[in-house]
């Protein structure tokens, strides 16, 4: 039965992912057509901004509605991820046209998280389930940080979804309908593609972002409780994103800087400034993660040495890709300086 039920999972995967990206470009074409794109919410270039013109952020109007749908009906257990990502889609929403107090989105964040851990515990030592409520927590934020750049954040959820789906079907113990629910989450991921691969004409906004870091936590925790795979998986997976947004963080708390404030020293913000644009630094991240994805895929099944040792070897390439953004970076600030000097 339960190789009846992979091989069926197998034939609705395509279709899937069709429907969920068909239903969220037409979303999108219709708020653009209609002119609502710009009434919902829009994007004001800022000191984080590394755009120069007012664009609407109206990608969590499509989305999240797609996701939400989508995942009752093709995963009935994950009934309450899809309720808790409509609530944060909210929640966002609000911050997105008239702002909220940080306290207020954190503590939105802290109800959905606790709520789901609390709900549906894994068979592990509470100490552990907190330390991963607290991780999903800031996958939650780091999601939002990390949407800055044309076709980044919804390129990351079209690969990183897809991982999750490929890691639900060929674990041992293989989960049919998580893998189905993270396809339906990367079909909409690819209908957003359409409007915000560069140059973009739709933003993720906050509605969209949140939601998509709480699922990416959600299902890696679920993937994680029902067997599908090691904790691990789920970090090397998203591994690009929750090293640059990690890195940023200490290194600005490090400087005694107020991390929540709108800044532009992200590596992938990095890339962008000094040259290799928006396009070209999509396209780099996706490689990265598609390696990562691979790397995490293969090491499922393999002894618990060999798994970490994939991690840990990964973890090393990061590091190291990190270090050459630094290193651009910092000619191409040394290249601004002479420009500077030599005008004067």
Known sequence: ?????SLMSQWAIPLDAGVAACACAAILYLLLRTGLAWRIAMDIPNDRSLHVRPTPRVGGWAVVPVSVVAMPLVAPSLWFVALATAFLA?????????????????AAHLIA???????????????????LAFLMIWLVNLYNFMDGADGLAGGMALFGFSGYAAGAMLSSQPMPDLALASVAIAGAALGFLFFNFHPARIFLGDAG??????LAGALGYWGWRGGAWPVWFPALVFAPFIGDAS???VRRLLRGEKFWQAHREHYYQRMVRSGVGHAGTAWAWYAVMVVGIGLALLALGRSTVTQWGIVAGWAAVLVIIGSIVDLRWRRFQSTLSKQSEVRR
Request: proline fraction near 6%; glycine fraction near 4%; charged fraction near 15%.
């Open 247 to 249: 890195i940023t963080l």
């Open 209 to 214: 972002s949140i939601s998509l870091g709480y």
């Open 90 to 106: 909210a929640v966002s929403q609000l911050d997105d046209r008239r702002g909220l107090p940080a306290r207020a989105r954190f």
């Open 113 to 131: 998280v606790v709520a789901f851990v609390a709900l549906f515990p894994a068979a592990a030592p509470w100490w552990l389930l907190c330390a």
């Open 1 to 5: 039965m339960q190789m009846q039920d």
